[in-house]
């Protein structure tokens, strides 16, 4: 009787240990591993909310999958291929959850799908697989300034600011109302649309360096990609604000420790199981035989 209460406890501790082990793993896997991402972009102080409030629903965000091509130790040294996934809407809340695409990835929130009259901060940003949730927001236009591209004479663009003076990314236009030539100077007038705000600005270009006109527009998706490869790089001038809030890269993704011992742990507890069968079994046997 005593033999085989022996071994029932060499069978029951090798499972209660194996049995432990695989809990911690699955904890730790469900933990750190999630594929789901939950963004929220909520309406800031200067917007009203509620039923008589800001629509926060139906914004479009483009996902994009990112793969590292350089990796560089240095901050801001590494630099990756970006790759559009999918585009997902946000409900009326301004939420939305979306699998990540890759372990490091983009979202760009597309300024045309905004709220009339409202801009964003961050339009694009840049996660890893350790961040599982993030919430950006959303401002209300205060005043918009035209202006000048400081490598040219004659392409410009429009800032928007909310009312904390804070650089806001918005759907515009830029019109070019009038023109007047005189000797080598061109002066045109341009006129800006934000939503329900104008503004329109009066300026000279040089005949001589002047081109077809046009306009420059930095929420175009295709500029922002690069916008953010600039970011990585280190290279993108930026308002400190943007500077506080862009994620960088700072690690080389891909070979993962933890997920070794991932593996390892559970192979290595089933060998310990698997040991523990056999060398109780044989224990069993030889106690009988001394026995007989």
């Given at each position: 009787?005593?033999?085989k209460a022996?071994?029932?406890?060499?069978?029951?501790?090798?499972?209660?240990?194996?049995?432990?082990?695989?809990?911690v793993?699955?904890?730790?896997?469900?933990?750190?591993?999630?594929?789901?991402?939950?963004?929220?972009?909520?309406?800031?102080?200067?917007?009203?909310?509620?039923?008589?409030?800001?629509?926060?629903?139906?914004?479009?965000?483009?996902?994009?999958?990112?793969?590292?091509?350089?990796?560089?130790?240095?901050?801001?040294?590494?630099t990756?291929?970006?790759?559009?996934a999918?585009?997902?809407?946000?409900?009326?809340e301004?939420?939305?959850?979306?699998?990540?695409?890759?372990?490091?990835?983009?979202?760009?929130?597309?300024?045309s799908?905004?709220?009339?009259?409202?801009?964003?901060?961050?339009?694009?940003?840049?996660?890893?697989?350790?961040i599982?949730?993030?919430?950006?927001?959303?401002?209300?236009?205060?005043?918009?300034?035209?202006?000048?591209i400081?490598?040219?004479?004659?392409?410009?663009?429009?800032?928007?600011?909310?009312?904390?003076?804070?650089?806001?990314?918005?759907?515009?236009?830029?019109?070019?109302?009038?023109?007047?030539?005189s000797?080598d100077?061109?002066?045109?007038?341009?006129?800006?649309?934000?939503?329900?705000?104008?503004?329109?600005?009066?300026y000279?270009?040089?005949?001589?360096?002047?081109?077809?006109?046009?306009?420059h527009?930095?929420?175009?998706?295709?500029?922002?990609?690069?916008?953010?490869e600039?970011?990585?790089k280190?290279?993108?001038?930026?308002?400190?604000?943007?500077?506080?809030?862009?994620?960088?890269?700072?690690?080389?993704?891909?070979y993962d420790?933890?997920?070794?011992?991932?593996?390892?742990?559970?192979?290595?507890v089933?060998?310990?199981?698997?040991?523990?069968?056999?060398?109780?079994?044989?224990?069993?046997?030889?106690?009988?035989?001394?026995?007989?």
């Amino acid at each position: 009787m005593k033999r085989k209460a022996g071994l029932l406890v060499v069978l029951l501790l090798s499972f209660v240990i194996f049995s432990c082990t695989m809990t911690v793993y699955a904890d730790e896997d469900k933990n750190d591993s999630s594929d789901v991402f939950q963004l929220t972009l909520y309406a800031d102080d200067s917007l009203a909310t509620g039923p008589d409030g800001v629509d926060l629903s139906g914004i479009k965000i483009d996902v994009y999958s990112s793969e590292l091509t350089d990796y560089n130790a240095e901050p801001n040294g590494s630099t990756f291929t970006h790759n559009e996934a999918f585009s997902v809407y946000t409900d009326a809340e301004g939420k939305v959850q979306f699998s990540r695409p890759s372990e490091e990835y983009l979202i760009f929130v597309d300024v045309s799908t905004l709220p009339r009259n409202t801009g964003i901060a961050i339009p694009l940003k840049f996660y890893r697989k350790e961040i599982t949730q993030d919430a950006l927001a959303i401002s209300k236009v205060d005043h918009i300034v035209i202006d000048k591209i400081e490598t040219s004479e004659d392409d410009f663009y429009v800032n928007a600011y909310n009312r904390e003076g804070t650089r806001i990314n918005v759907d515009y236009t830029l019109t070019e109302i009038s023109n007047d030539i005189s000797g080598d100077t061109k002066t045109v007038c341009l006129e800006a649309r934000v939503g329900d705000i104008t503004e329109t600005g009066v300026y000279s270009i040089p005949v001589s360096e002047q081109k077809e006109s046009e306009i420059h527009c930095v929420e175009d998706a295709d500029d922002m990609l690069a916008y953010a490869e600039d970011i990585e790089k280190g290279e993108n001038d930026t308002s400190e604000e943007m500077k506080q809030n862009e994620e960088v890269i700072t690690g080389k993704s891909g070979y993962d420790r933890k997920n070794v011992w991932k593996v390892f742990i559970p192979v290595a507890v089933s060998f310990l199981l698997v040991g523990g069968i056999i060398f109780g079994w044989q224990y069993h046997k030889k106690r009988v035989k001394k026995e007989k």
